[in-house]
């Protein structure tokens, strides 16, 4: 057979190798010593006649003498750790034992707990197969055979000829940190160490690394008494040691800096690595405080302080470079071929200082109580995390290894990491130098109120069928050990800290019989006889007959509700149904004692048969039940029920005013009453039916409906369901985590409770992908995106057996919410197959409701996208703008459409289509005139890129109208492009800026010119806007480089091109100085464009400079003379509504001035917020909004000296029919000339207006 066949074979059979690792496997079985195996020889055949002989007799097997059984004493703890001795009993006890001959001893029972912590050990090993290396093996020598024989066949000389042996490469140091923290990861260093057996290493020492008197000592003990050495002992001068230090970095000597020391001392003398057992994402939370970067190493088996690390963030850190890696195969793989120096590149991984400077001790936390422990602890830990530390709540005592067995039994899962949360946490605290924790003072109480006190009999039911299933694992080293008594079926002596029940886990020891149960309930067979004699003594129509048949049907029903039993459920009804006609019969007028339980009978069966018809019925009969005065508040609450049940599975609206008729006759419950489970149920869920908008108190109600209710009550299961779904609701309202946590958890817990067969399972199954979707938009990860899927296909499979109508709400929920998986998905992924998945799932949910068109179109829309940034098909895009197209002109909200419409004509720009790009920017601009102020920000930015589209089309006046409108805010651009100009006449320059051009509107007598400005970018006006505002926050402060870099910019990219396009780059001595002006919005109006300059060559030298919003701020004649100097002013470019003035002691907003408009404003202490971000979009100085109240303004943009001030109101002084516009100028000449290195002077001075 060939070597091909043979890896054809093996892949078949789910084995990939490769040939070299094939023809390793053949080598090694050849040369295998073949096991010893006792084999029992067959018997040979004996002769005719000859008697069969018979077995030498043998020892006896050893009989277990007869030991007496002590009477169950007080209640003792159920502890880990070896077998405990026999329990003590008093005199009397031993009186009763020696009385009894049959009676035993207490029986020990163990069980091991601890779950296998690598998942994949052949890849782990595989990863290190680069150390697989010989190298010469010092002063030890071989013999060269081959060598010596040709030397004894040539030379006759008979002495072997040696060479210099060959070993193996490196050995290794395996270090164990001991501390605390670290007993959870006990089960991976074991089995780490013995993988490290595996791998070709030239030898594995196991060390533990133990803390005590502020250093840090190894030894090869785990016991912190025994014999200890300095670290340094671990140092092989040769450098052929690797030294691997398992720990997860929460031990105090990682905090305090000692451990660091140590593992610096191994990283200087050879390849040193931390194996790190948490995941990426808690790193951070440990005292490693690791860095990503880029590590590389010159030559094979390095010393890491050899190695030259690059942090990613560009900052230098002090110490030897160690990584940090998790003991998986994919992180050790790239690693171990940076030590072999078989990495071509260097190595991005996550590296801790060794010796560095230790991270700062995070100040002590006051002493917090339970609850505030409880809650900090919730925000920062896992879902798993959480809900195991409820259910150790319900545990006692709390051994590691119980602990283990809890994990597993609740979670069915070996994963160590939600365990280590929990004794992170801070939540626990250690009995002595025991493994045994107990829960912080007030605790554990804290965490039982979050579950329903049915937990606790979950949780130890599930305990003991986990006990069932690892009796194969007797005989390890880790077991538990329990004491059952004799006739106690299985109970542990000690209810209170019992953990499982070995009758339920089948462990019951030989002799020992299970406990008779009592009766629980009626007694089903003594009303059948009592009914049997009320049929043969009794005529129809007597009240004892039909009374009798009544409390048969109560028992029956109860009997069918808590075994399923469906004979029970139809003798029931068949009995409920004989007593109604026999109570007719004898003319009794009430019956609704009767049909209550009838329809409680119909609604039972419903759940079961999940028939319409039956639901119908059950819902006429409780009608009949709660008609007349009086009516019982258990028969209400099925009336209820059938009205909820029957909205959820039509899929319409609940019957409103039958609700409020059932809200108003149900009261408060009380929480002694017996029925307080099923009515704050039934109370909550009628809230949440006719009025979802407020649902905090209907949650309360469900909160305790669920905590109080049995595990076999029914009606639980569609609380849970209904509270998940709720607490959905209120996180996509207002974002609150904790709501989604915990909607996930009651979900999880109706999930477990359901039967296979429930139908709504698929309610629950519905609501958990929702809540896994929403899980993994929130926190990004895969695990999330998966189960949501699994969950959600679950549910469209549930729900394609069920009698539901094709367009019922849930069915389309559930192929929208599939679709926005799909399209999660097939962002990460980019496979075709995945988006043609998702587009399916979605036009099915669209053709099956077309009420929901405008989210489904919008879901398309951003697929399509996706798609088309993928793969760059421009059908892609093409279909996304007609769905896009489709939502912006529905009667959907104002915001959906505006949003629609602006990705729309994002679609028609990236296509080209011009025209179609116009009409979407007309829509946009549209809508957001409809929803006012809110939208101001918006409507700039959409009127700055709808003027660029025009420009693209050749339609300069359209342009500028749209550009003029985004500068004033307004959303009517459809008026005249030049109403006119400044009557002292010069060109307006509009200086338009989107992302994808920007371009300057040149008006100059009733002419637009457009000048395109190729090098101005959105992001450096931004940027240049940032740092402008950053440097003129200090008036005294001594360095104006940022300025003068911002002017020499502006001058290059803005004032030369436009000078030169006007032609006024020279300008003869004498000549006077030509008038110009700006218009400009968002970041780039907060640039002092009048003062643009190179250094040489200004503004200044060449026109008189002053700024415009609008040309209709040219034309106003203001009303008064009057000249206001303002005290202080305030331009807020982030928040632009909360910029304002003060004149004459009193705050004043733009539109408050409004009314009484002046001639001239000056603004001499002026200033700009400046933030860590940028302008927002349209903003714009204060003194350009004042234009509206104002002829002209003045003002200095940023804190300048007095003198500054002074000057400018002398030019308030001086105002009078001419434009104040030259005397600024002056002024700002001036102040050039006397301080040419310092703009932050003479640039903060400018002039608006005509």
Not at 296 to 315: D, I, K, M, W, Y
Not at 465 to 481: P, S, Y
Request: charged share 25%; hydrophobic share 40%; aromatic share 6%.
């Amino acid at each position: 057979m060939s070597l091909d066949r043979w890896l054809e074979l093996l892949r078949a059979r789910g084995v990939d190798l490769s040939a070299r690792e094939l023809l390793d496997a053949a080598w090694l079985a050849a040369h295998m010593t073949p096991r010893k195996e006792a084999r029992q020889a067959a018997p040979e055949p004996r002769p005719p006649g000859e008697p069969p002989a018979r077995p030498e007799p043998g020892p006896e097997p050893p009989r277990r003498p007869p030991v007496a059984a002590p009477v169950p004493p007080p209640k003792i703890p159920i502890a880990g750790g070896p077998p405990p001795r026999p329990l003590p009993v008093p005199d009397r006890h031993e009186r009763s034992s020696r009385e009894d001959p049959d009676a035993a001893e207490a029986v020990p029972i163990e069980l091991f707990a601890y779950p296998r912590a690598i998942e994949r050990p052949r890849e782990f090993v595989h990863a290190l197969r680069p150390f697989r290396r010989y190298v010469d093996a010092g002063e030890e020598v071989d013999v060269d055979e081959e060598r010596t024989v040709e030397r004894i066949a040539h030379e006759r000389i008979w002495s072997p000829v040696l060479r210099p042996a060959s070993g193996r490469w490196l050995d290794v140091a395996f270090v164990v940190d001991v501390s605390v923290s670290m007993r959870v990861w006990r089960p991976l260093a074991r089995e780490l160490h013995d993988l490290l057996l595996q791998v070709p290493f030239r030898d594995v020492r196991l060390w533990y690394m133990h803390g005590g008197g502020g250093r840090v000592r190894i030894s090869a003990s785990a016991t912190p008494g025994a014999q200890s050495h300095d670290p340094a002992a671990l140092i092989d001068m040769t450098g052929r040691r690797l030294t691997l230090v398992l720990t997860d970095g929460c031990g105090p000597r990682w905090r305090d800096g000692t451990a660091g020391a140590a593992l610096r001392k191994w990283a200087d003398a050879g390849p040193s690595a931390i194996l790190h057992p948490l995941p990426e994402e808690l790193w951070d939370r440990t005292a490693l405080a690791p860095v990503p970067g880029l590590l590389h190493s010159p030559v094979p088996a390095q010393a890491n302080r050899s190695l030259t690390f690059q942090a990613l963030s560009g900052e230098k850190l002090e110490g030897t470079p160690v990584p940090v890696i998790r003991p998986e195969g994919p992180w050790l793989a790239p690693w171990a071929r940076l030590v072999t120096g078989s990495l071509d590149h260097g190595l991005i991984c996550a590296v801790t200082m060794a010796g560095g400077t230790p991270p700062a001790k995070s100040p002590r936390p006051s002493r917090q109580d339970a609850a505030t422990r409880v809650a900090g602890f919730r925000q920062g830990a896992s879902t798993h995390a959480y809900r195991l530390a409820g259910y150790l709540s319900y545990t006692e005592p709390l051994d590691l290894g119980l602990m283990w067995l809890v994990q597993r039994s609740m979670f069915r899962e070996a994963d160590p990491l939600p365990m280590a949360e929990v004794l992170l946490s801070g939540l626990l605290r250690r009995q002595g130098e025991t493994e045994t924790f107990a829960f912080q003072p007030g605790v554990r109480s804290v965490l039982q109120s979050a579950l329903p006190a049915a937990e606790a009999r979950r949780v130890r039911a599930a305990v003991s069928a986990e006990i069932g299933r690892r009796t194969a694992g007797i005989g390890r080293k880790q077991r538990f050990w329990a004491m059952v008594a004799p006739g106690s079926g299985g109970e542990p002596w000690t209810l209170r800290e019992a953990f499982a029940d070995l009758e339920s886990a089948g462990l019951l020891p030989p002799g020992i019989g299970p406990a008779q149960p009592g009766l629980s309930g009626a007694d089903v067979p003594a009303l059948r006889r009592l009914w049997g004699t009320a049929l043969r003594e009794r005529r129809p129509g007597d009240p004892h007959r039909y009374g009798t048949a009544v409390s048969l049907a109560v028992a029956l029903l109860a009997r069918a509700r808590q075994h399923d039993d469906r004979k029970a459920l139809d003798d029931c009804v068949a009995l409920l149904s004989r007593a109604r006609g026999e109570a007719e019969l004898a003319g009794r007028d009430r019956l609704d004692v009767i049909d209550g339980h009838l329809g409680w009978a119909m609604l039972t069966r419903f759940r079961w048969d999940r028939d319409p018809l039956t639901l119908s019925e059950a819902k006429v009969t409780f009608l009949g039940a709660t008609e007349g005065q009086g009516a019982r508040p258990r028969d209400v609450c099925g009336l209820a029920l059938a009205a909820i049940e029957s909205a959820r599975w039509t899929g319409g609206a609940a019957d409103r005013e039958l609700l409020l008729r059932c809200e108003t006759a149900l009261r408060p419950p009380s929480p002694r009453d017996p029925a307080h489970p099923l009515m704050a149920g039934t109370l909550a869920r009628i809230l949440l039916a006719v009025d979802g908008s407020r649902p905090e108190r209907a949650l309360g109600l469900l909160r305790r409906a669920v905590s109080l209710a049995q595990d076999d009550d029914p009606d639980v299961l569609a609380c849970r369901a209904d509270l998940g779904a709720h607490l959905l609701a209120e996180f996509r309202r207002g974002g609150r985590v904790e709501a989604l946590a915990e909607a996930a958890e009651q979900l999880r817990l109706a999930q477990r409770s359901c039967a296979a067969g429930e139908p709504l399972l698929a309610w629950i199954c519905a609501g958990l992908g929702r809540v896994h979707l929403e899980e993994f938009r929130l926190k990004r990860t895969s695990s999330s995106l998966e189960q949501g899927e699994e969950a959600l296909r679950r549910a469209l499979d549930r729900l394609g057996r069920l009698p539901l109508p094709r367009d019922h709400r849930l069915t389309c929920d559930v192929l929208n919410d599939l679709g926005e998986v799909r399209l999660e998905r097939f962002a990460i992924e980019r496979r075709p197959g995945v988006a043609d998945d998702a587009r399916v799932l979605l036009l099915r949910a669209r053709d099956r409701d077309g009420s929901r068109s405008a989210s489904i179109d919008e879901s398309l829309s951003r697929l399509l996208i996706a798609r088309y940034e993928s793969f760059h098909d421009v059908h892609d895009l093409w279909g996304a703008a007609d769905h896009l197209q489709r939502l912006a002109e529905s009667d959907a909200e104002t915001p959906v459409r505006l949003r629609a419409a602006r990705t729309w004509a994002g679609c028609e720009v990236s296509a080209g289509r011009w025209h179609r790009a116009s009409a979407a920017y007309a829509q946009a601009i549209n809508l957001c005139g409809k929803i006012g102020r809110a939208a101001d920000e918006d409507l700039s930015t959409l009127c700055s890129e709808a003027a660029a589209v025009e420009l693209e089309r050749g339609d300069a006046a359209g342009a500028l109208r749209l550009a003029q409108a985004g500068l004033r805010r307004l959303a009517d651009h459809r008026g005249p492009a030049l109403p006119g100009l400044p009557a002292s006449g010069g060109p307006m320059i509009v200086i338009n800026v989107c992302e994808r051009r920007t371009d300057a509107l040149v008006l100059d007598e009733s002419r637009i010119e457009v000048l395109h400005l190729g090098g101005v970018t959105l992001d450096d006006v931004s940027r240049n806007a940032r740092d402008l505002l950053a440097a003129t926050r200090q008036p005294d402060w001594p360095d104006d480089g940022p300025i003068a870099d911002t002017l020499a910019w502006l001058w290059q990219l803005v004032g030369e091109p436009v000078l030169a396009h006007l032609g006024w780059l020279g300008r003869a001595p004498g000549q006077r100085r030509r008038r110009l002006w700006w218009s400009a919005a968002g970041a780039l109006s907060f640039l002092p464009l009048h003062a643009a300059s190179d250094g040489e060559r200004t503004m200044f030298d060449h026109v008189t400079s002053s700024y415009l919003a609008d040309t209709r701020d040219a034309l106003r004649t203001p009303a008064a003379r009057s000249v206001r100097t303002a005290d202080l002013s305030r331009t807020d470019p982030y928040e632009p509504a909360r910029s304002k003035v003060r004149f004459e002691g009193t705050w004043h907003q733009v539109a408050e001035l409004a009314s009484s408009p002046g001639r001239l404003a000056v603004l001499p202490r002026h200033e700009v917020i400046s933030g860590v971000g940028e302008p927002a979009d349209g903003a714009a100085p204060l003194p350009a909004h004042l234009l509206a109240a104002f002829r002209e303004v003045v003002a200095a943009m940023w804190p300048v000296p007095e003198e500054v001030r002074l000057a400018l109101l002398d030019v308030s002084r001086q105002a009078g029919e001419r434009s104040t516009a030259w005397h600024v100028h002056d002024v700002a000449l001036e102040l050039r000339r006397r301080f040419p290195a310092r703009p932050r002077i003479w640039a903060a001075l400018r002039h608006f207006g005509a």
